[in-house]
């Protein structure tokens, strides 16, 4: 670990910047099985934020692999570091009053709470969104034939198979995926971002 290192601040107070950019930060953290539907969801409230004349930047838990992550693996200390650099970026984006929306299994209680702790340090609003899917259902989905994989053995230490997925106690939204179109899944996210006033348009801000 680096010590000769010196944090800098800012000249620019984070609700200075949040006027100036007319919005508000804060992270969108998508968990659950793979298969659930966090991506698709993702995708789709990226895009209406972006009709919104907002900025909005989705991080993607296999994109992120080919780059940022690609030196890592999937063993439990792998998947440790995995969401630790993402709670960063994503906190980052934030920082910048942009909407970051992060799109990982995150299978670990103790990861997540870590992503959370990092943004209450700072002050910044995170909402954990739990995309619910039942095991058999996200298996019978398998869009990338990773559960018949890891059923044959050919993918060790794959979540809901061979490695553990620990469900959030207490998430600010659950969504149960399949029960609703996407399009109604985001707008039960919108409702829960206008009703804590993280939606604030950018015109708004600009004549206050």
Known sequence: MATNITWHASSVSHQERSGLRGQKG?????TGLSASGKSTIAI????????LGLAAYRL??????FGLNKDLGFSEKDRNENIRRIAEVALLFADSCTAALTSFISPYRSDRATARELHVSRSIPFI???????LAVAESRDPKG????ARKGEIK???G????YEE???AEIVIKSGEKSVEEEVVQIVKYLEEKGLLVRREKTQGQ
């Open 26 to 30: 804060f992270t969108l953290w998508f």
């Open 44 to 51: 789709a409230l990226e895009q209406y934020l972006l009709h």
């Open 60 to 65: 993607d838990g296999d994109n992120v692999r």
């Open 128 to 134: 954990e969104i739990y995309v619910h899917v039942p």
């Open 146 to 149: 990773l559960y018949a994989k």
């Open 157 to 159: 230490e794959f979540t």
């Open 161 to 164: 198979v061979s490695a553990p």
């Open 168 to 170: 959030p106690e207490n």
